[in-house]
């Protein structure tokens, strides 16, 4: 699917649930991702969930899941907008990271 027919698709969904159920929606999907990451990493850090693919897998499809959230966001926001700001917070990253390897 491209931008664009995902971009409609966003705007369907506004229509459908309206704005305020697209923000609980992002709201309840960033939440399944910090539980999917808190397992992934008890995998990882503490030999739990061995053996289990799904782990790794249900972080993927929650990412997936975040993904298109925070596009529906941007477009609600302004591609611009959003543009302007992560510029501001890279620059701003790029400084700490600089300042911690002097």
Known sequence: MTKEERLKVYDEAVE???IVGQYDQCVEEMAELTVAISKFKRKLLHN???G???IE??????IADVF????EMINLFGEDKVNAAIEQKMQKFKNEI???KK
């Open 57 to 62: 897998n249900n972080l993927v499809e929650e």
């Open 48 to 50: 739990e969930y061995q």
């Open 68 to 71: 298109i959230c925070i596009e």
């Open 52 to 54: 289990q693919a799904e």
């Open 98 to 100: 600089k300042e911690i």
């Open 16 to 18: 459908i649930w309206g």
